[in-house]
Every structure is written in C-alpha cells, then in structure tokens.
C-alpha cells in the first residue's frame, strides 16, 4: 500500500503533487512545493510546502506531520496519559521525529527526564530545521537515534512512568514495513510493560477501523495489549490528514483507569491545549460503535 519514490532531489524546489493510494481506487493527493527529499537507511523522506497545510512531511509516502492539524493527534497520543496519571515525571517517547509529542510532554513542569528514541536520526535532524518544538531545546529531554526495540529491552524495569509510541504503519499483513512492524509485537509491548512503573501507561499510535490495511494493524496492536497489560483501552478521534480520518490510540495500564482520570489535578497544572479537555476525554473513551466493537471482539 506504501507509494515509494514519487520524487528525487531534481524536484527540489518545484511544484508537485503527493499522493496517497488509500486503496486500489482511492487516491488522496495535495498540491505543493517540494522543500527537502531524503533516502535515509530506513525510509523515504519528503518534505512540502502547501496552501491548506503548511508545511508537512511523508514517510514512505503516507502523510505523518502537518502544521494544520497536527496537534490532534500530539495531544491525544500525551495528554490522554498525563490526565489519567498526573504524577507522571519519567517518559520514554518512541519514534515521534517530528518532535511534537515531546514538546507536549515538555509542557509538564513536574517532568524530570524525556528519553526520546527514535531510529532515523536524518528524520529528526530535519525536523529540527524545519519546525519549531521544544523538543529540540528542552534540557530534560535526551534523544537517541537508536532502536527502540533495543532500548525497552536493555532498560531497566520500573523505569519510566509513561512510554509513549509514535510509530509509522506497517504496511499490510504480506508487506511489512519491518522497521515499524516491530513496534506492534506482543514481545515489544512485554518490554514496555517491563520497564513501566506499578501505575505506569502505555500510550501507541492504534491504527485506524476503516481501510483494511489499517484494521489488520488495529486489531494486532488491540490483540497484544490486551494479552500483556492488566487494563487496556481504545481512545478514538478524528485526524482529517490521516488515511480516513477516523484514528484509534492504543491505551494500556497496570492499573490506572482514563475514566476514572481526576480532571481537577489536571486542570490545575493549566496545561495549554488546542484540541484535547476534559469533554473530549472522556468522550474519546467512553463512546465506541457496535462496528468497532464487533471488529475487536469487545462485548
């Protein structure tokens, strides 16, 4: 399903369109300029320049990163954690190149320490070029261009208060992208299990329930969780600029409940957000289709 290698670097700086083949007749396509394009180790990178969307950035030709909405899925995919446990000080990021989800955990004062992992190094040294987060220039935070596989393996356990995925899709079921595909193992949510604290969570990017490529993702990533964590939940929400626009987190606890999240402890940190409060919270929790259930299996 990945649409590789649309462009080179003789598209630089002339206008272009990407496109997105959501299906073997379903095209979403944007019109804009082409500011940077890589060939890293492990994808292909191509940065725009659009009217409707700012700037954004793809990842093997699937939409990651756009200035117009990107803060949806950043403050859904952080504070959804935070609220629920507000005494959350040690955070592992996985992937998240684009710095966002780091600069929400940023926001945080009672925070100590961010270890920010993600394998493309190129990716992030991009981003910082492009976009502005303090991700970039908050001292608690410590990126490494590492595995992160390799990383919740060799941590300690009772590490880390919340470990947040921000991980790109693999593919399909015959056609992993295998760099991502790792981060929807049962073996990788074991290690995060691991190394989380007694009320530690488990936030993941949780695919989507409309496109099959997408469930097929949804429901492995739904699987796993619930055969390794003791509490797991759906958060669901709309990100127009991602496939469909219907995009589920995976949500995973040792205990610790989002409906039962105290909204006064959160609030009272005034934590600056565009999307994310408290109604859609708990809306984004509590409210799922007989569709959705019906392709999980949950009663």
Not at 60 to 82: C, L, R
Not at 122 to 132: D, G, N, P, W
Not at 219 to 230: D, E, H, I
Not at 257 to 279: C, G, S, V
């Amino acid at each position: 399903m990945f649409t590789k290698k649309q462009f080179t670097k003789k598209d630089i700086g002339k206008k272009v369109t990407h496109i997105e083949n959501h299906g073997p007749d379903v095209q979403w396509m944007i019109d804009g300029t082409l500011l940077e394009h890589k060939v890293t180790k492990f994808q292909e990178f191509n940065l725009f320049q659009s009217k409707t969307f700012g700037k954004f950035f793809t990842l093997d030709g699937w939409m990651q990163y756009n200035e117009k909405d990107e803060f949806i899925y950043q403050e859904m995919m952080t504070h959804t954690a935070f609220a629920t446990n507000p005494a959350i000080k040690n955070v592992l990021v996985i992937g998240g190149g684009d710095g966002g989800i780091v600069r929400e955990c940023c926001k945080y004062k009672q925070v100590k320490k961010i270890d920010w992992i993600d394998i493309d190094g190129e990716v992030v040294a991009t981003c910082k070029k492009y976009f502005k987060s303090a991700a970039f220039t908050d001292k608690r935070v410590n990126f490494m261009a590492i595995d992160g596989i390799d990383w919740v393996k060799k941590s300690k356990a009772n590490t880390y208060d919340v470990v947040i995925v921000d991980s790109t899709d693999p593919s399909d079921a015959d056609n992993d992208n295998l760099s991502a595909a790792t981060l929807f193992t049962k073996e990788f949510y074991q290690n995060c299990n691991r190394v989380l604290t007694k009320d530690g969570i488990l936030t993941c990017q949780g695919e989507s329930p409309y496109y099959d490529f997408n469930i097929y993702n949804m429901k492995r990533s739904y699987g796993f969780l619930k055969q390794t964590f003791p509490k797991n939940f759906l958060c669901q929400y709309f990100l127009p600029t991602y496939s469909s626009g219907w995009w589920m987190t995976g949500f995973a606890t040792k205990g610790k409940e989002p409906l039962k999240a105290d909204f006064k402890k959160w609030e009272a940190l005034k934590i600056k957000t565009r999307f994310y409060n408290k109604d859609v919270h708990f809306a984004s929790f509590s409210y799922m289709s007989n569709y959705v259930k019906g392709l999980l299996n949950i009663k």
